[in-house]
């Protein structure tokens, strides 16, 4: 396979080498589909007189949603409406990846379509300066749907040795890792870093300090690249939250968040509130942190593996056992930022951040 992999990679370079016209471009629109976690892709041609800057040099487009989850076969078109545009690294030049959100037929947002709603909020609290960074963890399987680097008919030793680590039998799927950290940079995404995590085959990227709506834009275009990048590896990527049952570890998108009021001297008081709401709130963020309402989470969340119960809500310093934590730095210095750590890795970045505001900001 991955002779293969190598092979026909060499072969598409021959064709992606040939020149391209200067005033043609591939855009490739990019969507979230029915699902609430899924992403599709198509690309178009478009017709320009100089390097695409602005989403308004980009159409609208549609494509069959009766495929997607997202509209009956009767009436199947759904618009794609360009929303954020990244350098394309797969295909370079002045080519681009188009992210979009969802709009039926009688341009209505779709019901995976976050975006919107999440946008509006965003921008009724500009003044506050919301900064967001998510922990994205994932994991990889080989092509039979079994966690890669994984002996086929057992299991690798237990965890501890990995999270971190360097070496052929502590980590699995460096290449990967490497290769999708340097297609984000190239992209503009705001990728802070990235690390091997504590079961083998599981990683991590970090996304931020992103401020508003731009979090869930950037979020959902680095697992785009994840997924793409591992498909030329001929790997598969999981974010689903518990992909191995038993004594392993599972799989969130700790979210780590913050207002112009807690980042600045005395802030501490500031998080400390917004602690408060969330304690009373607990149900309705985990509802609304997996795509499922919470299913997800709940084979994730169990108090154990780092993580805290899905029944409780608990608040600590440097506590990864905790709902929420506050950084022990952030304690000593009096101002800073506190650590979501329910969401699951499959959430919907624009539903977090959104409800994260309507709770801590708005006081809904």
């Known amino acids: ?32 589909d029915g699902s609430g976690e899924g992403l599709r892709c198509k690309t178009r041609t478009v017709t320009v007189s100089h390097d695409v800057k602005s989403l308004d040099d980009l159409p609208i487009w549609n494509f069959d949603g009766s495929s997607t989850g997202q509209a009956e076969g009767s009436n199947s078109d759904v618009y794609l409406y360009p929303v ?20 039926k037929y009688n341009k209505q947002p779709t019901e995976s379509n976050k975006r919107k709603t999440c946008k509006a909020v965003m921008e009724q609290v500009k003044g506050h300066v919301p900064w967001f960074g998510i922990e994205q963890e994932y994991t990889l399987l080989d092509i039979d749907g079994h966690p890669y680097g994984w002996p086929k008919n057992g299991y690798p030793g237990p965890q501890g040795p990995y999270y971190c680590g360097v070496g052929a039998n502590k980590v699995y799927g460096r290449e990967v890792m490497e290769a999708h950290y340097r297609a984000c940079l190239y992209a503009g995404v705001k990728i802070a870093g990235t690390n091997a995590e504590v079961m083998p085959a599981q990683g991590e990227f970090q ?7 731009d979090m869930g834009d950037h979020l959902w275009i680095a697992r785009f690249l994840l ?28 979210t780590n968040f913050s207002t112009k009021e807690m980042r600045d001297a005395g802030g501490l008081k500031v998080i400390e509130a917004a602690i408060q709401k969330l304690s009373t709130k607990h149900k309705e963020h985990i509802c609304a942190y ?7 989470n ?8 780092e993580t805290s119960s899905i029944h409780d809500f608990s ?42 505001i309507r709770t801590c900001v708005l006081g809904e």
């Not at 954020?84 to 709009?103: H, I, Q, S, W």
């Not at 709940?298 to 593996?305: D, E, K, N, S, V």
């Open 1 to 32: 396979m991955a002779e293969m992999n190598t092979r026909n990679r060499t072969l598409l370079n021959e064709y992606l080498n040939l020149d391209q016209p200067d005033d043609l471009i591939q855009a490739m629109y990019i969507w979230i």
């Open 84 to 103: 954020a545009m990244f350098r394309d690294p797969f295909r370079r030049g002045k080519n681009k990846l188009v992210l979009c959100e969802t709009y």
């Open 207 to 213: 996304v931020g300090p992103c401020e508003g709506i």
């Open 227 to 254: 997924h793409r990048v591992a498909e030329d590896f001929g790997i598969i990527v999981t974010f689903d939250p518990k992909p191995m049952p038993g004594d392993w570890n599972g799989a969130g998108a700790h």
């Open 290 to 296: 997996d795509p499922n309402g919470g299913s997800d």
């Open 298 to 305: 709940a084979r994730r969340l169990t108090g154990f593996h």
């Open 315 to 356: 608040a600590g310093v440097a506590n990864r056992g905790a709902s929420i934590r506050i950084p022990r730095q952030v304690g000593e210095d009096g101002c800073g930022y506190f650590e979501d750590r329910r969401p699951s890795s499959n959430c919907d970045p624009y539903s977090v951040t959104e409800i994260l």
